[in-house]
């Protein structure tokens, strides 16, 4: 870089992983709940509630959203559709979005301060399939678009994500 070539924050450069020298963001057990609540039986307000992520295990998440539950498409199938956000706090957001002045020196990422607020917002489909009362196969599939200072950052690649998901589930 001795020729004055500086990267744009936005993109990797000159194929740079943008989180060479930044702080590895350790597994952690996080605390929460979640509380749904039904408007009508096919329509639900659905709550998570996380604490505890980050180095500092202060990071908070908020994740609300508008469920619709389909009627039955056959037997033992049904498909729900939903939207919703994400609102996390300052402490999460710098822990996984911001650049730290010692991180900044350690990489090519400009120093930065994220902050709290709406982390994302997102829609999604899922189809689950009852084999018996207990057991179900539940596949889905979710896009989530960053937003405020998550989206902004120096870290992020793409602000728009697309998730596909398979689980075999037991109901207790």
Not at 26 to 44: H, I, S, W
Not at 56 to 84: C, E, K, M, T, Y
């Amino acid at each position: 870089f001795d020729q004055g070539i500086v990267p744009s924050p936005n993109k990797s450069f000159m194929g740079v992983n943008r989180l060479t020298g930044m702080e590895v963001q350790r597994t952690r057990l996080q605390a929460g709940g979640f509380l749904n609540y039904y408007l009508t039986p096919q329509l639900r307000v659905t709550n998570t509630l996380l604490y505890g992520s980050g180095n500092g295990r202060n990071g908070a998440l908020w994740r609300v959203g508008l469920q619709h539950i389909a009627a039955d498409v056959g037997p033992h199938h049904f498909v729900s559709a939903g939207v919703g956000a994400t609102f996390a706090n300052r402490s999460h957001n710098q822990a996984f979005f911001g650049v730290s002045e010692i991180e900044s020196m350690r990489s090519l990422n400009p120093e930065y301060a994220a902050g709290g607020g709406l982390k994302d917002i997102h829609v999604n489909a899922r189809w689950n399939w009852s084999f018996s009362p207990s057991w179900l196969l539940t596949t889905g599939a979710q896009a989530t678009r960053l937003r405020g200072s998550a989206a902004d950052s120096p870290l992020t690649e793409r602000t728009t994500n697309l998730t596909v998901s398979t689980a075999l589930a037991y109901r207790f």
